[in-house]
């Protein structure tokens, strides 16, 4: 899909005063704070890359995905060539179920930078969402070669897992999910999707085990209650299961 956008003027540099508290207040998080300041200086004039990329950024925090998104678009106006803002990009669109367009920002980002794992997994999550499973695992695969440890190594084979559970190749989901929680003992996500791969194996026994993990880790995780609640009722234990349905339906879910 093509952005259509108005073209911006040459970057234009924020009053330093109006830059630094802007600065400032995205260095603590204040987010909210940080778009307020930044579009003061917009609306006096101010234009540069620094200015809409940081404020894309920061309201892909604060969830206004669509007004990242936008912001975004105009950081790259400015500098098309910038790997981060394409895949902060592909991230905002992504979260709008526009996946068409995530593909195509990771794919300019990644032709500026081909070695960067987080976009590999952006590339793969927006794949995932259009159902292309076997690209998504691709994708997740390319991240795994490049950071196979760490927060980005947890993630990529965390999704690899669900990709991989949605081709019905479940044991290799199940060995996707090891590997992840092998990085992150206490991924509940990893936890919970191991389990449901187990139980779609009809091993029960060990997926109430895994589901009973991410629940010790995290007590209010309405997932993992619901999905231990169909263990064991897939074990005849009728009594056990009413209890997680009832702590499931209280959590909200």
């Known amino acids: 899909m093509v952005m259509m956008i108005k073209s911006l003027r040459p970057g234009i540099d924020m009053p330093e005063d109006e830059n ?70 592909a991230m905002a669109c992504s979260q709008m179920d526009r996946n068409d367009e995530a593909v195509s920002s990771c794919k300019k980002a990644l ?20 159902g292309q499973y076997e690209k998504a695992v691709e994708s997740y695969a390319r991240a795994i070669e490049l950071n196979p440890l760490g927060g980005d190594g947890r993630r990529a084979w965390n999704n690899r897992g669900a990709a991989l559970d949605n081709l019905q190749r479940h044991e290799e989901a199940i060995e996707s999910y090891e590997e992840a929680l092998m990085i992150d003992p206490f991924d509940i996500y990893a936890w919970n999707n191991k389990g449901v791969a187990l139980g779609v194996l009809s091993r029960h026994e060990e997926a109430i085990s895994c589901f009973l993990k991410a629940i010790e880790i995290e007590p209010e995780y309405a997932t993992a209650w619901k999905n231990l609640g169909l263990a064991y009722q897939s074990l005849h234990r009728d009594h056990e299961a009413k209890e997680a349905f009832f702590r499931a339906k209280e959590l909200g879910l």
Do not use: M
């Open 20 to 89: 630094a508290n802007a600065e400032g207040h995205y260095a603590q998080g204040n987010y909210e704070e940080a778009v307020s300041a930044w579009e003061k200086a917009e609306s006096a004039g101010a234009r540069s890359f620094a200015l809409f990329y940081k404020k894309g950024i920061a309201l892909r925090k604060l969830g206004r995905y669509d007004e990242a998104a936008a912001a975004l678009e105009k950081a790259l106006l400015l500098d098309s060539k910038n790997a981060d803002a394409w895949r902060a990009h």
């Open 111 to 130: 032709a500026l930078d081909p070695c960067n794992a987080r976009t590999w997994i952006v590339r793969g999550f927006a794949l995932h969402r259009l």
